[in-house]
């Protein structure tokens, strides 16, 4: 439509923590908060000048589903800006950005913050229909009688919860599960998804010791009186030894383990989107540019599950005029090491390319030195929302470290759907 580009002025993300630990009294909203006003600061933006806000969210609260909306009250931005829920599951605040952009480009606005948060240790558990029913059955009731009635019916075991848990409700299956078979399926053996678990440990643990995370990790106040400023899951001591006692999670004889799964992690992040000119009028030397985005989905009773981005990978190339070759750095979402490493296999196979992809030949060559330089979900946690606002910062800034110019962000979500957004180094 035209010849403006979306910058990515900047943004940051909290400390990223194992669920029901440090921000267990934090709600989505107050982590969401955090976020944006931090970004605001740190950016020396006019709050005024934002024209809307977009944030994702997995499983968003029952009394505040727009996490975008109920952010901005706990951030103190002006009530004014219009906020935006998004749920794409882990591919939320990916998703969430391309929304930004695309109002952006277009001209609905001009700056926007897009972002996302999850709070699993908010997450309530779930009560029966019949339960539920009974309660607002008893909320109607006029008349002590009726009440009387209502009460003399009841049964003790419509209380009993049904805990929180991550399942597609198309197949039964758990997101472990799926994996697994995923691991099966790409011959992916335990071995090499414990050496590629105990990779992003030592990465992420260096990236924090040399500095590379203070340029955009937060410090986040709880309300405990508690300040954290670092991811806390990271682990440097852990060793091939320690992780081979661990036994498999979902199957007797699978291969997945609680150390080559990303945890279940409460956190946020929030990106500040404007257009080029915009970018230029108020004197702002962005970070990078996003230079395409696609997404894509698979038919789950036939595919494996989270395969999705490697159909989603060709389309974002296309769209940004690029090969596989040019891109100088990968950030590949480390839901379980055992679904990364069939991505990569994926990648690199010729049937798969031929197969599935429609393709002459594969989609590239890894170059193991361009993968998760800094670590991943694996070590640093996942917050379901926030985790595509995460990896959008963290390629940026690696990009800006190294002098290089293009970088890929790929998530795979629940619901078989992949999303890739490649980003161009303002260098």
């Known amino acids: 439509m035209n010849n403006e580009r979306v910058a990515v002025i900047g943004g940051v993300r909290t400390p990223f923590v194992r669920a029901r630990s440090v921000f267990h009294k934090m709600s989505p909203a107050s982590l969401g ?25 997995v499983a968003a609260p029952a009394d505040g589903p727009n996490v975008a909306r109920e952010s901005l009250f706990d951030s103190g931005l002006p009530p004014q800006i219009p906020c935006t829920g998004i749920n794409m599951y882990c591919a939320s605040s990916l998703e969430a950005s391309s929304a930004i952009a695309g109002k952006i480009l277009s001209k609905q606005i001009e700056i926007g913050i897009a972002g996302g948060v999850e709070s699993i240790s908010s997450v309530r558990a779930i ?9 607002q059955d008893l909320g109607r009731a006029k008349t002590i009688g009726q009440k009387l009635a209502l009460v003399s019916k009841f049964k003790a075991s419509w209380l009993t919860p049904q805990a929180p848990g991550i399942k597609e409700p198309t197949t039964g299956l758990t997101m472990g599960q799926s994996a697994d078979l995923m691991a099966r399926h790409f011959k992916v053996g335990r071995k090499e998804q414990d050496q590629f678990a105990l990779d992003s440990h030592l990465k992420a643990h260096n990236a924090w010791e040399r500095g590379f995370y203070q340029s955009h990790v937060c410090k986040v106040a709880t309300p405990e009186g508690k300040v954290i400023d670092r991811d806390i899951d990271i682990r440097a001591d852990s060793s091939m030894e320690k992780l081979a006692k661990l036994r498999p999670v979902f199957y007797k004889d699978g291969t997945i383990t609680a150390a080559n799964a990303s945890p279940l992690t409460d956190g946020a992040s929030a990106v500040l989107l404007m257009s080029e000119s915009k970018a230029k009028e108020l004197g702002y030397e962005p970070l990078g540019f996003i230079k395409s985005y696609a997404t894509a989905a698979i038919d789950i009773q ?7 981005p490697v159909y989603a990978i060709p389309r974002a190339l296309k769209q940004a005029g690029l090969t596989w070759e040019q891109l100088d750095l990968y950030e590949i979402h480390e839901a ?14 010729p049937e798969f390319a031929k197969e599935k992809l429609g393709l002459s030949a594969p989609i590239g060559h890894i170059d193991p030195v361009k993968l998760n330089v800094n670590g991943g979900s694996i070590s640093i946690g996942h917050p379901f929302g926030a985790t595509g606002g995460r ?32 980003l161009e180094a303002n260098v």
């Open 336 to 349: 379980f090491a055992a679904q990364v490493l069939a991505t990569l296999k994926a990648i690199e196979s």
């Open 127 to 135: 009560f029966s229909a019949q339960a539920t029913d009974f309660f």
């Open 391 to 422: 990896m959008i910062l963290q390629t940026l800034h690696e990009l800006k470290l190294q002098r290089k110019k293009y970088g890929l962000t790929s998530v795979c979500a629940a619901g078989g759907m992949g999303s890739v957004m490649i």
């Open 33 to 57: 908060g955090v976020v944006l006003r931090e970004t605001v600061s740190k950016n020396q933006l006019d709050p005024k000048l934002i024209d809307e806000i977009y944030m994702g969210i």
């Open 302 to 308: 036939t595919e494996p599950l989270l395969i999705g």
